[in-house]
């Protein structure tokens, strides 16, 4: 038998790491380089459906979905808003989901710290604001939305 089979350095964690690199590439051989069925060590999250998130690597990493929040600073999300902005709507959808998301995310961290409004001793007005920041933004998401199907 091969030293390095015999000695445990192909088993090392995190594994399968090559399978997903080739089902990132060459999607078409996916059913030849699936997910591993042991656990690969060092899950990386996907949301498979509403209540369930998966690990790209093996089938053992299933979880029930945390939100996630958005980073302002990607590209991709720089991306996706400004063709939202310029109202795509596939894009508007998108970007709308992921606020839904975000916001879920940030109930989530406060409700872990045991943070609320009242324990951070903000007032209904700065409550108020920051709802109209957010309605501005959706409105003017909507007029955008609006503006790319009239022309």
């Known amino acids: ?37 042991e656990d690969c060590g060092e899950h990386e999250w996907f949301r498979a459906d509403e209540q369930t998130d998966r ?10 979905h945390r939100p996630v929040p958005i980073d302002p600073d990607s590209s991709v999300w720089q991306a996706l808003s400004e063709a939202a902005r310029q109202g795509d709507p596939s894009s508007r959808a998108i970007a709308l989901r992921m606020m839904a998301e975000h916001e879920a995310y940030e109930a989530l961290v406060a409700e872990e710290l045991g943070v609320t409004a009242a324990s951070l001793n903000l007032d ?3 409550l108020q604001r920051q709802a109209a920041g957010a309605a501005d933004i959706s409105r003017s998401l909507a007029a955008a939305a609006q503006n790319a199907r009239s022309t």
Do not use: I
Request: proline share 10%; aromatic share 8%; with cysteine.
């Open 1 to 37: 038998m091969d030293k390095a089979l015999d000695s445990g350095r192909m088993s090392r964690r995190p594994r399968y790491r090559l399978r997903t690199w080739m089902r990132e590439r060459v999607p078409l051989l996916t059913p030849v380089f699936p997910p591993g069925d």
């Open 55 to 64: 690990c790209w690597h093996c089938t053992v990493g299933v979880r029930e």
């Open 124 to 126: 209904a007005t700065t």
